[in-house]
């Protein structure tokens, strides 16, 4: 091989791994901008996909029901003050079941405007699902409706009007109207528990 013969070959594989180098590169940076468009889609899903309401959520179905006017619900933890607590079984004669108290708070937007429409609690009494709808009148939470499953609408429509003031006693102020003595009264007594909390939680004071 004489030497114009290895120059031509020398040159001729600086081409090629030239070439080489510039495919790699090539592709390398196709695949960089291929990882790119497949991260920003991802992306682009995850920021279009829908997301449940955190508010909606935590508002169970029952007390939906009982606003079907609203369109937004706000759930609220709170914790019953000792003093409060001494007095709510004192007026109900009967044991506050747990000191962290929920309630829910059912928001319209009707015009534009967010605006408190009533709250609800739920109770659980002798097998019973209640739901406890309330409205403010003067400052005070009280009872517009009080709703549940397998329970005589004649018992419980008794309690609507009714407030942390207002007397809970079967047979005297309510009668049982188709519901066995025991429930009726465990039912009126958990619902008296419930409005005399309300009242210490969201009522505005005031004196007797």
Not at 90 to 114: C, I, M, N, Q, W
């Amino acid at each position: 091989m004489n030497k114009t013969t290895i120059v031509i070959f020398a040159a001729v594989s600086l081409l090629i791994g030239l070439g080489a180098a510039c495919s790699t590169s090539s592709n390398t940076a196709t695949s960089a901008n291929q990882a790119k468009v497949t991260a920003n889609s991802d992306n682009t899903s995850s920021a279009n996909a829908p997301t449940a309401s955190k508010a909606d959520e935590d508002a169970p179905a029952a007390v939906k029901a009982a606003f079907p006017g609203a369109q937004s619900f706000t759930k609220q933890h709170k914790d019953i003050p000792a003093a409060a607590i001494a007095d709510i079984e004192k007026d109900s004669g009967a044991k506050v079941p747990d000191t962290d108290h929920h309630s829910y708070l059912a928001f319209s937007t009707e015009g534009g405007a967010r605006k408190q429409v009533g709250a609800a609690t739920q109770l659980k009494v002798n097998d019973k699902d209640l739901v406890v709808v309330y409205e403010n009148k003067e400052g005070s939470p009280v009872i517009k409706e009080v709703r549940g499953e397998g329970v005589p609408t004649a018992f419980l429509s008794q309690f609507a009007g009714k407030g942390h003031d207002s007397e809970f006693k079967v047979g005297k102020d309510l009668k049982a109207n188709g519901v066995d003595d025991a429930t009726a009264k465990a039912i009126a007594q958990a619902v008296q528990i419930d409005a005399l909390t309300m009242q210490n939680l969201y009522g505005a004071a005031h004196s007797h």
